[in-house]
């Protein structure tokens, strides 16, 4: 099926240092989401974007919606070792169907 | 407040019998989705419920997978003859879509592991 470009494909920083990751798409999406997910359990949301050109905070991420509609983003700063689990970008498409990006392991180091 | 809930969490099969699992939906949410989800990849869409319509099947969604969302509330996904392949983590989800709500944004269960032996 179809998945959305994300990068990096794994992080390995240490704890304070801050984080990006990118979300690219050759769709057009009118919602992105990104969600955070530990092993063995679900994705769980971390921020919503419903705009172009948005740009949403939620505690230490924030994350962008692209002018193009074709790409978001997600910064993490100050990075702790609870962050650690797998990032993924989703874009809402035709249908109501989330569209995934391929995941960003994020580990860190105390 | 209790969030999207899913049973069982585990499932371990012998390769031929028949599964079912089970999602409650976020109180209140009108819509919800099935995906499926296999080691190191993204979730990919099933299926989506309006109440109680099943408005869209991707597909995934063999003949051997059938859903249900009998009064709008709970559903219910079967896997008939189940084969090695179908094994993965089958997740729910559920959004309102109404007057003054986001577009669909997804909640999501805990997920349900299957294994097919």
């Known amino acids: 099926g179809q998945q959305l470009n994300q990068s990096p494909q794994s992080m390995f920083i240490q704890e304070g240092e801050d984080v990006s990751m990118n979300c690219t798409s050759s769709?057009?999406?009118?919602?992105w989401l990104w969600y955070k997910q530990d092993p063995g359990e679900g994705p769980v949301l971390l921020i919503a974007l419903y705009k172009a050109g948005e740009l949403t905070s939620n505690g230490r991420l924030t994350a962008q919606f692209g002018i193009t509609r074709k790409d978001s983003f997600l910064n993490i700063s100050a990075s702790i070792p609870s962050d650690v689990g797998i990032y993924f970008c989703?874009?809402?498409?035709?249908?109501?169907?989330?569209?995934f990006g391929t995941g960003t392991l994020l580990a860190v180091q105390p | 407040d209790t969030g999207v809930s899913q049973d069982p969490r585990h499932k371990i099969t012998k390769r031929g019998q028949n599964v079912t699992f089970r999602c409650d939906p976020i109180?209140?949410?009108?819509?919800l989705y099935w995906y499926r989800q296999t080691l190191g990849q993204g979730p990919e869409f099933l299926t989506y419920?309006?109440?109680?319509?099943?408005?869209?099947k991707s597909r995934l969604l063999s003949d051997r997978f059938s859903a249900e969302r009998p009064k709008g509330s709970f559903s219910t996904l079967e896997i008939q003859r189940t084969e090695q392949g179908d094994s993965a983590m089958y997740l729910c989800?559920?959004?309102?879509?109404?007057?003054?709500?986001?577009?669909?944004?997804?909640?999501f269960g805990p997920g349900t592991r299957l294994t097919v032996l």
């Open positions: 989703a874009g809402l498409g035709p249908r109501n169907k989330l569209i």
């Open positions: 109180s209140e949410h009108n819509r």
């Open positions: 419920f309006q109440n109680e319509a099943q408005l869209e």
């Open positions: 769709s057009i999406f009118n919602t």
């Open positions: 989800a559920s959004s309102l879509r109404g007057q003054g709500a986001p577009t669909d944004t997804q909640y």
